[in-house]
């Protein structure tokens, strides 16, 4: 029976050996490059820029032209006739440079709002890369579970030979059933856990919610990080966005001492005029044309003002924002990187417990020769032994997490 113990443990290590190096697991980087692709998120964001970028062209106009119709009712006379109808055309110019700073300002517009398509990607990668580590997770404590309901039952059928040959009680037997029933329980929760966690993963690459997620089967720590590059974080596009934000203000002052200066008008007005009857004389009904130039000056100016005063305040504002956001991101790496550091030192600590742990469960089996073998014992062993083996499996799980969160600050 010792030795049947042992073969059937071995099969189960070399089993889940092999099965992790030879799985045909979907690669996360295929599954992050899906979700940029297909995510309406990122959609909305690029059409918004597009739009953006669109209104480049409305603002490269000037004023309308206006034209005007009139006929004298009372038909004034004048030394070269009476006059029938006048038609007049008038255009206004901005000051020169008016339209060109029109332009920048809404460019500038439009780079900031590029900035959200890079964030949204950036979190859309952080944001499959930890879901698609809960799930590894998850599958991964359910396999330990399936490992130690097995185990479970092939330490039942010890249990019910002791009881045959009298060296054990019934109520051994039941305890382990018990506990596995417990198991199988903690195995089904997991389950509907996973379920739940694939919908949301199947959301962010906008999928059909039940479209299976193959997850590789094993994950380790690997023995060294890799560098982490702190200056990086005054780049990221977060902060690079309120730059831009920045310098679309300046580029609303500009226009706004541009729209400030005087407007130019050119206009043309034509007269016409009838001839007076019986009359010879040179300019008989001749035709009136005149040039015109008009001017129009803000005087009253307070507008440009007031949206001085609002620019200089919105910057002042942008500047803030900026400082606060940077605290917070600064925050945000350091917590991740103290955590990443955490679930290593928590790694070796499952590792070496859970080899104390099989060495325990090993002196257990090595008992049952002489009869002496307590399955109370045995539960307190397999009960740390799971305990052991989910704290490893939360341990990887922290560390790849929280790498997702550093590569989204620093990458």
Same mark, same amino acid.
């Given at each position: 029976?010792?030795?049947?113990?042992?073969?059937?443990?071995?099969?189960?290590?070399?089993?889940?050996?092999?099965?992790?190096?030879?799985?045909?697991?979907?690669?996360?980087?295929?599954?992050?490059?899906?979700?940029?692709?297909n995510n309406p998120e990122i959609q909305k964001f690029e059409l918004q820029y597009k739009r953006?970028?669109?209104?480049?062209?409305?603002?490269?106009?000037?004023?309308?032209?206006?034209?005007?119709?009139?006929?004298?009712?009372?038909?004034?006379?004048?030394?070269?006739?009476?006059?029938?109808?006048?038609?007049?055309?008038?255009?206004?110019?901005?000051?020169?440079?008016?339209?060109?700073?029109?332009?920048?300002?809404v460019s500038s517009l439009a780079n900031a709002k590029y900035e959200d398509i890079v964030i949204?990607?950036?979190?859309?990668?952080?944001?499959?890369?930890?879901?698609?580590?809960?799930?590894?997770?998850?599958?991964?404590?359910?396999? %330990?579970?399936?490992?130690?309901?097995?185990?479970?039952?092939?330490?039942?059928?010890?249990?019910?030979?002791?009881?045959?040959?009298?060296?054990?009680?019934?109520?051994?037997?039941?305890?382990?059933?018990?506990?596995?029933?417990?198991?199988?329980?903690?195995?089904?929760?997991?389950?509907?856990?996973?379920l739940a966690e694939q919908t949301k993963f199947n959301n962010l690459l906008n999928k059909e919610?039940?479209?299976?997620?193959?997850?590789?089967?094993?994950?380790?720590?690997?023995?060294?990080?890799?560098?982490?590059?702190?200056?990086?974080?005054?780049?990221?596009?977060?902060?690079?966005?309120?730059?831009?934000?920045?310098?679309?203000?300046?580029?609303?002052?500009?226009?706004?001492?541009?729209?400030?200066?005087?407007?130019?008008?050119?206009?043309?007005?034509?007269?016409? %005029?009838?001839?007076?009857?019986?009359?010879?004389?040179?300019?008989?009904?001749?035709?009136?044309?005149?040039?015109?130039?008009? %001017?129009?000056?803000?005087?009253?100016?307070?507008?440009?003002?007031?949206?001085?005063?609002?620019?200089?305040?919105?910057?002042?504002?942008?500047?803030?924002?900026?400082?606060?956001?940077?605290?917070?991101?600064?925050?945000?790496?350091?917590?991740?990187?103290?955590?990443?550091?955490?679930?290593?030192?928590?790694?070796?600590?499952?590792?070496?417990?859970?080899?104390?742990?099989?060495?325990?469960?090993?002196?257990?089996?090595?008992?049952?020769?002489?009869?002496?073998?307590?399955?109370?014992?045995?539960?307190?062993?397999?009960?740390?032994?799971?305990?052991?083996?989910?704290?490893?499996?939360?341990?990887?799980?922290?560390?790849?997490?929280?790498?997702?969160?550093?590569?989204?600050?620093?990458?």
């Open positions: 029976m010792k030795h049947r113990i042992i073969h059937i443990k071995s099969i189960l290590t070399l089993g889940s050996f092999f099965l992790s190096l030879f799985a045909n697991a979907q690669q996360l980087e295929t599954l992050i490059n899906e979700a940029v692709a953006a970028s669109e209104k480049v062209n409305e603002v490269n106009t000037i004023p309308n032209t206006e034209f005007g119709v009139g006929y004298f009712v009372s038909e004034p006379e004048t030394r070269t006739g009476a006059q029938r109808f006048k038609v007049s055309a008038k255009q206004m110019l901005p000051w020169f440079g008016t339209i060109t700073s029109r332009e920048n300002y949204a990607k950036r979190k859309l990668m952080a944001s499959v890369s930890q879901s698609y580590y809960i799930l590894y997770a998850n599958r991964a404590k359910q396999k %330990v579970l399936t490992e130690n309901i097995k185990l479970l039952e092939t330490y039942e059928t010890l249990a019910l030979t002791s009881v045959e040959v009298g060296k054990s009680s019934a109520v051994d037997v039941l305890r382990l059933q018990m506990r596995q029933n417990e198991m199988q329980q903690l195995k089904d929760v997991l389950q509907q856990q996973f919610n039940d479209v299976a997620v193959i997850v590789v089967d094993s994950l380790t720590i690997p023995s060294e990080d890799f560098d982490i590059t702190a200056e990086n974080l005054a780049l990221h596009p977060e902060l690079l966005k309120y730059d831009k934000l920045y310098q679309s203000v300046e580029q609303s002052e500009l226009l706004n001492q541009k729209e400030s200066s005087p407007m130019i008008g050119f206009g043309l007005d034509y007269i016409n %005029v009838t001839e007076r009857p019986n009359m010879d004389f040179s300019d008989n009904g001749k035709d009136i044309v005149m040039p015109m130039v008009s %001017v129009s000056i803000p005087i009253f100016n307070k507008k440009y003002k007031s949206q001085t005063k609002q620019n200089q305040l919105e910057q002042q504002e942008i500047t803030a924002q900026k400082q606060e956001r940077l605290n917070s991101l600064e925050t945000l790496l350091s917590n991740a990187i103290n955590e990443r550091i955490s679930s290593r030192i928590s790694y070796a600590t499952q590792t070496k417990n859970l080899k104390q742990a099989k060495d325990a469960e090993d002196i257990l089996i090595k008992s049952y020769e002489t009869g002496t073998i307590d399955f109370n014992d045995v539960l307190d062993i397999q009960e740390l032994q799971l305990k052991f083996q989910m704290n490893q499996i939360e341990s990887v799980k922290t560390y790849y997490v929280q790498t997702s969160i550093i590569n989204y600050l620093t990458n």
